[in-house]
């Protein structure tokens, strides 16, 4: 069964950090673009990052680039969204998805159940 979990989720206040964690099973991360994606209540699903499988191309949402940062551990089967500098702007649900391919096509392979971040002080 191939299944995206994702954990690292919390309250945080502004300024702060968290680092989310996308723990991949029954397939290897490693062969797929990774997106990141956050919904907010009341709010359209917004990407944040998408990187190819490689790494070599990574786009970021303006609204994150320079406070957030995507990275893997092809060992652990693991991509991870290094978030700094938190605002209030940023609570949402956080959402990893693997696509169908090595580039982020936005076919969806696997979505995670998500996980709550919230910036409140």
């Known amino acids: 069964q191939l299944q995206l979990v994702e954990s690292g989720g919390g309250l945080v206040q502004p300024g702060g950090s968290l680092r989310l964690s996308c723990a991949a099973s029954?397939?290897?991360?490693?062969?797929?673009?990774i997106g990141w994606f956050r919904q907010a209540p009341g709010k359209e699903r917004e990407g944040v990052v998408c990187?190819?499988?490689?790494?070599?191309?990574?786009k970021y949402a303006d609204s994150v680039k320079d406070r957030f940062t995507i990275s893997r551990d092809n060992a652990k089967n693991t991509v991870y969204l290094q978030m700094n500098s938190l605002k209030s702007e940023d609570t949402a649900v956080y959402y990893c998805?693997?696509?169908?391919?090595?580039?982020?096509?936005?076919?969806?392979?696997?979505r995670g159940q998500g996980t709550q971040v919230t910036v409140s002080s």
């Open positions: 998805e693997a696509d169908n391919y090595w580039y982020c096509s936005g076919s969806v392979k696997v």
């Open positions: 029954g397939f290897s991360l490693e062969r797929y673009a």
């Open positions: 990187t190819t499988s490689n790494g070599g191309s990574t």
